[in-house]
C-alpha cells in the first residue's frame, strides 16, 4: 500500500474514533496536560505525519528540544499491540515491559498547549477521561472504550505493518533524518532500534463488549 494511502486511512480512522467518543462526556478541555508525558508511544505512520507537518512548518525548535530530551528516561516499548496478540495466539510468553513512571512533560508540549495536536497520535487521542485527572492522578474510562481503544491500536499498526513503533521521542527522531524518511517513503525501514509492527492475527475483543463492537468493526473495515 502506497504510504499517501496509509495517511489518509490514518485520517479516516482518526475521524471515526472521533465520532466514537463524540456522545461521551468527557473532562478533557483545552490547557489539561497532566496525561502529557514523554512515555506517549506511536507507529512510524503516525511519526511521519507529525515530523512532515512539523519540517513544513519550520517547528524546527520542537525536533532540537526532542534531541534535548533524548537522554531522559521514558517508556520504551518492547512488544506491539498486534505482537502481543501474535504471540498469546502461538501460546508464547508475552515480554515484560519497563514502565518508567517518571510523569515528565512531552516536549511537545508549549504552556500546557500541545504544539502538534492536530497530528497527535492516538496514543494521544485515546488519553480520554470522564474525570479530571489531576483529581485522582488516574483517568477513569468505561471498559468498552478500553476495548474500542485496543482494537483502533491494532488497526493503525496493521496499516503500518511494514513499519516500526517506539517512544515518541525516538520515533521521531528517526524520521527527521532525510534518508530515513525515504526508505520510509519506499515501503518501510529495517535497522532503527524500533520494534516491528506486525499485521493483525487475532482482535482483543471481549465476549461481553462483541455485540457493541460490530458496527465499529465493519465501519474501520469499510475504509
Not at 496509509?6 to 463524540?22: C, H, S
Not at 511521519?48 to 519540517?55: E, F, K, M, N, T
Not at 474510562?141 to 496499516?159: A, C, K, P
Request: proline residues 4%; glycine residues 4%.
Amino acid at each position: 500500500m502506497e504510504l499517501h494511502i496509509k495517511l489518509k486511512l490514518l485520517d479516516r480512522i482518526f475521524d471515526l474514533y472521533d465520532d466514537i467518543i463524540a456522545p461521551y462526556d468527557l473532562a478533557c478541555q483545552k490547557f489539561c496536560s497532566d496525561c502529557c508525558t514523554r512515555n506517549v508511544t506511536l507507529t512510524t505512520l503516525e511519526g511521519y505525519r507529525i515530523v512532515s507537518r512539523l519540517l513544513s512548518q519550520d517547528q524546527m525548535r520542537f525536533l532540537e528540544r526532542l534531541k534535548t530530551d533524548r537522554s531522559l528516561a521514558r517508556f520504551q516499548p518492547r512488544t506491539t499491540t498486534n505482537e502481543i496478540a501474535r504471540l498469546c495466539a502461538a501460546e508464547k510468553d508475552v515480554p515484560a515491559e519497563e514502565i518508567n513512571s517518571d510523569r515528565s512533560v512531552c516536549p511537545l508540549l508549549e504552556v500546557n498547549l500541545c504544539r502538534i495536536y492536530a497530528d497527535r497520535p492516538f496514543g494521544c487521542r485515546c488519553l480520554i477521561s470522564t474525570q479530571k485527572c489531576a483529581k485522582t492522578g488516574c483517568a477513569e474510562l468505561d471498559d468498552f472504550l478500553l476495548s474500542v481503544n485496543t482494537v483502533f491500536l491494532q488497526y493503525i499498526e496493521h496499516v503500518d505493518s511494514t513499519g516500526r513503533s517506539g517512544n515518541l521521542t525516538d520515533v521521531l527522531l528517526f524520521l527527521e533524518s532525510q534518508q530515513n524518511r525515504r526508505a520510509y517513503e519506499e515501503g518501510g525501514v529495517t535497522e532503527s532500534g524500533l520494534i516491528k509492527n506486525w499485521p493483525i492475527p487475532f482482535l482483543f475483543v471481549p465476549p461481553e463488549h462483541r455485540d457493541r463492537m460490530k458496527p465499529i468493526l465493519e465501519s474501520l473495515q469499510s475504509l
